[in-house]
């Protein structure tokens, strides 16, 4: 079964592109007292979907909202080490992102109150504007002054973490983020089938490919980077029947108003993606398991 979708390259500035760190990924990792120092590369990372345009995509298909496609604010609790907190700090930021394409003020006000509190268990809460992000809640609109402040804080929690030598956190909270967009669409699709859905899913096999490249740069400066690595092996291994062929062609420069900016689009991208309904269900079963134990 073959489907072929055509994205403009520039949406591939997705909501966790910005996390690009200003040094080079270190060969081996600096050791401070007894401190291991995490410098990671994120230039490579740029196929991460956006949990806004995955949501976006969802509803525009027909799709309803369904508050169990999301973590539950309960679940905080369970989440005692750094390494949880910032996996589900991006879960819960994609979840943010559904809930407001959706209208759902309360669920939407439930993820920042679990960003909230994860975020001050890593420390990181002084890189969050809470303020502007309901009032970009508010303005249902608009979804776009949300992301645009997602874009602003997660910026700043990068260049934090980057000079606190803690890019591994920030690879947890990509990560996080990931794995939750692709849970959304994996839920969706195996209840309603949506074409478009799958094409989504099957494409993801080049933001998979580019995480694990980072991982298996950076799996040995700690253990929970190592496990990371070795979590995705099942999803991995799922993606491996996927074919996905992508096709630069060359077309005049176009422009396009997003809000108050004008968007230039430099160059079209036809992307082939050949799988089997087969494939599918390992992939979905892969990600429902390595969500499961993240959340759990």
Known sequence: ???????????????????????????????????????????ALEAVPNPIEIASLMKDIGIAYDQNYINHVDNISKYDTDFKKALNLGIYSTDLGYANIYDQSQESINCITAIRELSQGLKIDSYFDFDNVKKAIDQRDNPQELLKVTLTNLQKINEGLDEEDRGDVTLFIITGGWIEALHLSCTAAKAKGKTE????????????????????????????????????????????????????????????????????????????????????????????????????
């Open 1 to 43: 079964m073959i489907f072929s979708i055509k994205k403009i390259l520039v949406s591939f500035s997705l909501v966790f592109l910005l996390f690009s760190c200003k040094e080079e990924v270190k060969d081996k990792p600096k050791v401070e007292g007894n401190k291991v120092v995490v410098k990671i590369d994120f230039k």
């Open 197 to 296: 859905l799958l094409d989504k899913i099957a494409d993801q096999k080049i933001a998979l490919k580019q995480l694990i490249d980072i991982l298996d740069k950076n799996k040995d400066k700690n253990t929970h980077l190592a496990q990371l690595r070795t979590d995705l092996d099942e999803i991995v291994a799922a993606y491996a029947p996927v074919n996905v062929e992508s096709i630069e062609k060359d077309k005049p420069v176009a422009t396009k108003q997003v809000g108050d900016e004008v968007v230039v689009d430099q160059k079209n991208i036809e992307t082939k993606v050949n799988f089997t309904p087969e494939d599918l269900n390992k992939i979905i079963a892969a990600v429902d398991k390595m969500r499961a134990k993240i959340i759990g």
